[in-house]
């Protein structure tokens, strides 16, 4: 069955400190890739996607994801956290019909 | 453009009671998406349309939901009659369709009592 899996329901994290969210899926080919963002009470906002090509996109907000082929993943990394980025974060796939499938999402927590 | 604009922002209805919910799509996108968001489920796709077509609805629940597209500026979600289960956050999206970004609205929050 195809899926998307975010392993970590919570991450807390200092500010200032790296970030990385992980996102895995099972599809039979490699679908478009997607990660979201949503602060409370928000709507969800793109912050990065990938199709094909270089392996490591960049996004908004100092954001990127690396696509591995060979570990079915597309994990989200930043470097250095602020506290804006406390939020909830959805990797999010579509095997190219329009239909995206979310992840569970993982909420970052962002202490000072 | 203002976004994806969704209407109202919250909607407190008492079961049996008709909802509807609203979404004026960003000019210019062909896809249209209606989406639930619960803690128990996550966000969960229940139709969407192209060209103000419905394609794929699915994921609508039961008979109780419907949606319509009678333009490429609006877009309705109807519950009736709406029940305390159907309490989530509805979310509305566009997409150009060339690239697959969705653009949300900031979504309904319905709480049926």
């Known amino acids: 069955a195809q899926s998307v899996t975010q392993p970590d329901i919570h991450i807390t994290v200092s500010e200032g400190a790296s970030l990385e969210l992980r996102c895995n899926y099972s599809?039979?080919?490699?679908?478009?890739l997607f990660w979201y963002v949503q602060s409370p009470g928000q709507g969800l906002q793109l912050l990065l996607k990938?199709?094909?090509?270089?392996?490591l996109v960049q996004g908004i907000k100092g954001f990127e994801a690396e696509f591995k082929r060979s570990q079915s993943s597309f994990n989200l990394r930043k470097p250095s956290v602020h506290w804006s980025d406390a939020a909830e974060y959805f990797c999010?796939?579509?095997?190219?019909?329009?239909?995206?499938?979310f992840g569970a999402g993982t909420t970052v927590t962002v202490r000072a | 453009d203002a976004g994806v604009i969704q209407s109202p922002r919250h909607e407190v209805t008492e079961m049996g009671q008709e909802v509807t919910l609203r979404c004026k799509p960003i000019?210019?996108?062909?896809?249209l998406f209606w989406y639930r968001q619960t803690m128990m489920r996550g966000l969960e796709l229940l139709i969407y349309?192209?060209?103000?077509?419905?394609?794929?609805d699915s994921g609508m629940p039961e008979d109780r939901f419907s949606a319509k597209m009678p333009n490429a500026s609006f877009s309705t979600l109807k519950i009736q009659p709406s029940e305390p289960r159907d309490s989530a956050v509805y979310f509305c999206?566009?997409?150009?369709?060339?690239?697959?970004?969705?653009?949300f609205g900031s979504g309904t929050r319905l709480t049926v009592v």
């Open positions: 999010a796939v579509t095997p190219n019909d329009y239909k995206l499938s």
């Open positions: 000019s210019g996108h062909d896809y």
């Open positions: 990938y199709f094909s090509g270089d392996t």
């Open positions: 999206a566009s997409s150009p369709g060339t690239d697959y970004g969705y653009t």
């Open positions: 599809y039979g080919a490699t679908p478009y």
């Open positions: 349309f192209n060209n103000n077509v419905p394609i794929d």
